[in-house]
């Protein structure tokens, strides 16, 4: 048992472990802290939960950072279908939050089958584009299916955040995958008609652009108190527990929990934190750039973008430089789905 330990621990990045871990620690913090401010008795029950998702992440990614690539991919295209087939359910017994379908309730949880579709579909289509990379157009052919099928079925709900940021993944594997520009570019054209058809379509997204093109056409409470909780923090913040507009902005401990630590750890905080995310960006793509393997490559860059957009929209949101999104800050906030 200690020489498979040792070895595993010879064989991972370190670096981005611990970053890993350090995230997950911030996150109980300022979930922690958020939820007691907006839960009030409720807390503890929350509170629990968000440590109990802590821990079976912890325990997930040492579990499947001991399996192989073989392993894996079976493990993802397997749970990309069950994903999907969740997905569809969302539609027969899923309940609507916001105008949108996105939770279907089993065993007394809510879960968003589209935070556990990202990973899935990442791992399988690295695989089927590899695959038509070597020749075999089956691979080319499946893996635009489950992307077109994928897309429908978030648009549909409507996610409109989610939608996008799925097709920017997707398209960040077919850029490194080598596909031509004018693919890529057509790619693009479709993204804005999606993001046309959205905002013409669905009246959440309209409301939301408008609002943040014209800040005087619609309720602005939420953003106006997220940035006031930056100002109010200043450099060093007010001190762990001390906020108070956390307890006024909406899903304060998930779409905002970036402006918790904003105003209770301060400025220079963030800049750590969101430094901190730079580092395992980086870092994944340097250790993967000298493997120089097309599947490898593929699937990282995948899943560096999952971690990466989310994270910029999240934060850019919360400082207003985006319209608001209701998406979570990976590792940091509250959620089960989204931090499993």
């Given at each position: ?119 899935f579909f990442v791992v399988a289509s690295a695989w089927f584009l590899t695959k038509g990379l070597e020749g075999r157009k089956y691979g080319f052919i499946i893996v635009f299916s489950l992307f077109i099928f994928s897309s429908c079925l978030l648009f549909l709900q409507p996610d409109f955040g989610m939608t996008i940021l799925f097709m920017l993944i997707f398209f960040s594997q077919l850029f490194v995958a080598g596909l031509s520009i004018i693919f890529v570019f057509g ?154």
């Amino acid at each position: 048992m200690y020489n498979i330990f040792y070895n595993w621990w010879k064989q991972i990045d370190k670096l981005i472990f611990f970053l890993s871990i350090i995230l997950l620690c911030i996150g109980i913090i300022l979930s922690l802290t958020g939820i007691t401010e907006i839960r009030g008795f409720e807390s503890t029950y929350f509170i629990k939960r968000h440590l109990i998702f802590v821990f079976i992440s912890i325990i997930l990614i040492v579990l499947i950072s001991f399996q192989n690539n073989k392993f894996i991919r079976r493990i993802s295209i397997i749970g990309l279908i069950i994903s999907l087939i969740l997905m569809c359910l969302v539609f027969l017994i899923g309940y609507e939050i916001n105008g949108s379908k996105r939770w279907v309730p089993i065993l007394g949880f809510s879960i968003q089958p589209s935070e556990f579709l990202k990973p899935f579909f990442v791992v399988a289509s690295a695989w089927f584009l590899t695959k038509g990379l070597e020749g075999r157009k089956y691979g080319f052919i499946i893996v635009f299916s489950l992307f077109i099928f994928s897309s429908c079925l978030l648009f549909l709900q409507p996610d409109f955040g989610m939608t996008i940021l799925f097709m920017l993944i997707f398209f960040s594997q077919l850029f490194v995958a080598g596909l031509s520009i004018i693919f890529v570019f057509g790619l693009i054209m479709v993204l804005l008609a999606v993001a046309v058809l959205s905002y013409f379509t669905i009246e959440n997204v309209r409301r939301r652009i408008d609002i943040f093109v014209d800040p005087s056409s619609g309720d602005t409470y939420q953003i106006e108190l997220s940035l006031e909780a930056f100002k109010s923090g200043g450099l060093t913040g007010k001190g762990l527990g001390q906020g108070t507009l956390k307890g006024k902005i909406p899903e304060a401990h998930t779409d905002f929990i970036f402006s918790v630590a904003g105003e209770e750890l301060g400025y220079i905080f963030c800049s750590i934190l969101i430094f901190i995310f730079l580092i395992i960006i980086i870092r994944s793509l340097l250790l993967i750039l000298k493997k120089r393997e097309a599947y490898s490559l593929i699937l990282v860059v995948g899943l560096v973008s999952i971690f990466g957009l989310q994270a910029l929209i999240n934060i850019a949101s919360a400082i207003g430089a985006s319209p608001t999104k209701g998406m979570t800050l990976p590792l940091i906030s509250y959620g089960g789905s989204s931090m499993i």
